[in-house]
């Protein structure tokens, strides 16, 4: 991999927060309903100068090329604001949520990377059997379902009806661990507070299980495919002449390249599921990124939807960039 | 003078078997399942006024919470129960079709129209409107989509119409990417050189030649972004960035019905059974499109 290529998406980074940011900002002002209205309400004794003092106070009063500098400027230094709303510095507030969110998408991707790597594998060894139909057939399920709706039936079944799990939150209260990294399992297990850790787990089953299921058939496609034609390679049949055992051709000769798209297809997973976090934090009320920028849009939240937004998109960009870098260090046939 | 726009145009009309491809479709049982059920929908959505039973905005608080006639409790008149203010369940379904497939078509055909013109005109003509537009794709797709759709729904208000809008400014690159890649791959084959030299104007090459032979792609990207527009509305809508209160729609149905998932299943259960229902007949029938047209690609 060249280092022009390196700087060049680095730059392309740059400018894609910037087309971003700008977006944002122009979307957020041309949005009908003023935050300062919605904040004071409609109380009578609140008067035209308080609210002027509240512009002013948000620097809302500022022309929009101020603002969108001062945003930007806010951006390359940390400093994202105030929360409108909240009344608390922005960062902050991402700061604490962004684990919340990166919790839930590591723990579906191992959930969809466990269910759909061995289903792609059966699928494809048994290749047009009434096993590989019934997969893919579940497997054209698994894509047709709204995550939404496999949440809600997920918390009937095994919230309401069995009574296993929790349906809503993180942990419960008086179990927050130390914090550590933010991750509510990996503090629990550093800091060795097992009552925790379970809590924390049976938390992040439902959710993990509901975002991962949809990209779980998306490997297993992938995988079964990409099997089916590895299997049918030169190298595959020299490995059978040789008379190597079976499950040494299929999981370290066959699996091991099969598994090469997985990488792009993981940072498409990842990228998706942090976007997609919207819908899985509003369904089990995971308090993460998600569910703060939706209330952040519906109260009206300038700064706090622009920081939030800003901050998904940049990560969602640079999962790409890694992917790219990625995909020439394990397939050296891939130069940029 | 021989037309030379006519010949290329009987030669592209003979390009691989399209009747043919049709008939496979129809061989395939789970595509011919895709489609009925399809149909079903379609024609729920077409007649919801004559087949919805009751008025699906008419509430009756007496009637409130009745589970599907088949439980206890349940009452005959309401097939699959009544909702929080007493709405018939499945008057509201039936009506919610309405919003899912308008939505899901309007995309469809708003956003292939966008992306697929645009598709064929950078692939055909190439150069700077070529790069300029696919620059344009690549900050499109570089956006999450759900967050912009959900900035874009919050700035123009909820409403089927800017569903449609929204949807398909986020989702014409789809189109686009895949349309441009196949007409660069058609724009260098005899037929479309043959009508170059036969001196056919280019508009008329791409639209009459070019665009007929990749329609079949076409059709495939379309049913499986039919899906994936009817499973994004229903999200919109669950999140409240979809329909204005008051219209049924699949997915805030859903919504609304999370807040009795203890005491009233059905309320969430049915509608989102619907939706999987729709998108699974829709990807069906994609699926079998595709081994038609393709049959190499059959799995």
């Given at each position: 991999?060249?280092?022009a290529f390196l700087?060049?998406?680095?730059?392309?980074?740059?400018v894609v927060t910037f087309v971003i940011a700008l977006t944002v900002f122009v979307v957020l002002r041309l949005t009908p309903g003023d935050p300062v209205d919605m904040m004071m309400g409609r109380d009578d004794a609140v008067t035209q100068a308080d609210i002027d003092r509240k512009r002013r106070a948000l620097g809302l009063d500022r022309p929009m090329h101020v603002q969108f500098a001062s945003f930007v400027g806010g951006l390359v230094t940390g400093d994202l604001g105030t929360s409108l709303v909240l009344e608390r510095p922005v960062s902050g507030l991402l700061w604490e949520r962004l684990p919340a969110t990166i919790e839930l998408a590591v723990a579906a991707m191992l959930v969809s990377f466990i269910i759909g790597i061995p289903v792609g594998v059966v699928a494809a060894l048994r290749q047009n059997s009434l096993l590989d139909r019934v997969i893919m057939g579940l497997n054209f399920i698994g894509l047709s379902m709204p995550s939404f709706w496999q949440g809600i039936m997920l918390i009937l079944l095994f919230s309401v009806t069995l009574g296993w799990l929790p349906s809503l939150g993180r942990i419960a209260y008086d179990l927050v661990p130390v914090r550590i990294t933010g991750l509510y399992t990996l503090d629990a297990l550093l800091s060795w507070n097992l009552p925790a850790l379970q809590n924390a787990l049976a938390h992040l089953f439902l959710p993990a299980l509901t975002a991962g299921t949809a990209y779980a058939a998306i490997i297993a496609r992938v995988v079964r495919s990409s099997m089916l034609e590895v299997l049918r390679q030169d190298f595959i049949r020299t490995a059978w002449s040789k008379g190597l055992q079976p499950r040494r051709i299929?999981?370290?000769?066959?699996?091991?390249?099969?598994?090469?798209?997985m990488i792009t297809i993981g940072g498409l997973e990842a990228g998706s599921l942090l976007s997609g976090s919207v819908v899985i934090e509003t369904v089990f009320s995971w308090p993460g990124l998600g569910r703060l920028i939706v209330m952040s849009i519906q109260g009206r939240d300038y700064a706090l939807v622009q920081g939030a937004v800003v901050l998904l998109c940049v990560l969602y960009v640079a999962i790409s960039l890694i992917v790219d870098i990625a995909y020439s260090l394990v397939d050296p046939r891939v130069r940029w | 003078m021989v037309d030379g726009t006519a010949i290329a145009a009987r030669v592209a009309r003979r390009a691989p078997g399209r009747r043919s491809s049709l008939r496979r479709l129809l061989g395939y049982p789970t595509s011919v399942f895709g489609l009925l059920v399809l149909l079903f929908f379609v024609v729920l959505a077409v007649f919801a006024p004559l087949l919805a039973p009751f008025d699906?905005?008419?509430g009756n608080l007496l009637r409130r919470l009745r589970p599907p006639m088949w439980l206890d409790g349940g009452l005959s008149a309401h097939l699959i129960g009544t909702d929080q203010l007493?709405?018939?369940?499945?008057?509201?379904?039936?009506f919610g079709a309405r919003v899912s497939l308008s939505v899901g078509v309007g995309v469809v055909l708003l956003s292939g129209l966008i992306g697929g013109g645009l598709g064929l005109v950078?692939?055909?003509?190439?150069?700077r409107i070529d790069t300029v537009l696919s620059r344009l794709a690549d900050w499109t797709l570089a956006f999450p989509f759900l967050i912009l759709a959900i900035l874009l729904m919050g700035l123009l208000g909820p409403g089927v119409a800017n569903l449609v809008l929204v949807l398909s400014i986020t989702g014409w690159p789809h189109f686009f990417r895949l349309m441009r890649g196949e007409v660069l791959v058609e724009r260098e084959k005899a037929y479309v050189e043959a009508a170059r030299a036969l001196g056919a104007h280019r508009v008329s090459i791409m639209l009459r030649h070019v665009a007929r032979n990749v329609f079949h792609t076409f059709l495939v990207v379309a049913t499986v972004r039919l899906g994936l527009a009817v499973l994004s509305e229903a999200g919109l809508s669950y999140l409240g960035f979809g329909v204005p209160p008051g219209v049924p729609a699949w997915g805030s149905m859903v919504s609304i019905g999370q807040d009795y998932v203890e005491t009233a299943w059905w309320l969430s259960a049915a509608p989102g059974l619907a939706i999987l229902l729709l998108?699974?007949?829709?990807?069906?029938?994609?699926?079998?499109?595709?081994?038609?047209?393709?049959?190499?690609?059959?799995?």
């Open positions: 991999m060249s280092i700087v060049h998406r680095m730059l392309q980074l740059v299929v999981l370290g000769h066959a699996l091991r390249n099969a598994l090469i798209p | 699906p905005n008419a007493g709405r018939d369940l499945l008057s509201q379904m039936i950078a692939g055909y003509l190439r150069g998108v699974l007949s829709v990807n069906l029938v994609g699926e079998g499109l595709r081994d038609a047209f393709d049959p190499r690609m059959r799995p």
